[in-house]
Nanobody, 123 residues
């Protein structure tokens, strides 16, 4: 079992910045790709950014040039630096991690999700 714990959400004015963190903890696992997703009230959850364990990144068009995803592989932690925030960025932000578990000679993958952290951008 792996737990993802997010932090860093809050209330910020438009144009401001926030940095989200998400740490994975558990035993006998390795983390493959990690990502951030968000869900605004009344809307479907959408992918914001992803990062592979090799550092390759991908972003939603709506956040390109404003958000930066990064990770610390030694600490199994992923970050989302959010700059030039807009009111439309207001949402609950969730991290996810594609994890490989090792039990003896058997390995298997599970996608884990954090509990979410709220980001509110005021105009």
């Amino acid at each position: 079992q792996v737990q993802l714990v997010e932090s860093g959400g809050g209330l910020v004015q438009a144009g401001g910045s926030l940095r989200l963190s998400c740490a994975a903890s558990g035993s006998e696992f390795s983390v493959n790709s990690m990502g951030w997703n968000r869900q605004a009230p009344g809307k479907q959850r959408e992918l914001v950014a992803t990062i592979t364990n090799g550092g390759g990144t991908d972003y939603a068009d709506s956040v390109k040039g404003r958000f930066t995803i990064s990770r610390d592989n030694a600490k199994n932690t992923v970050f989302l630096q959010m700059n030039s925030l807009k009111p439309e960025d207001t949402a609950d932000y969730y991290c996810n991690a594609d994890v490989t578990h090792y039990t003896g000679r058997v390995s298997y993958r599970i996608d884990y999700w954090g509990q979410g952290t709220q980001v509110t951008v005021s105009s």
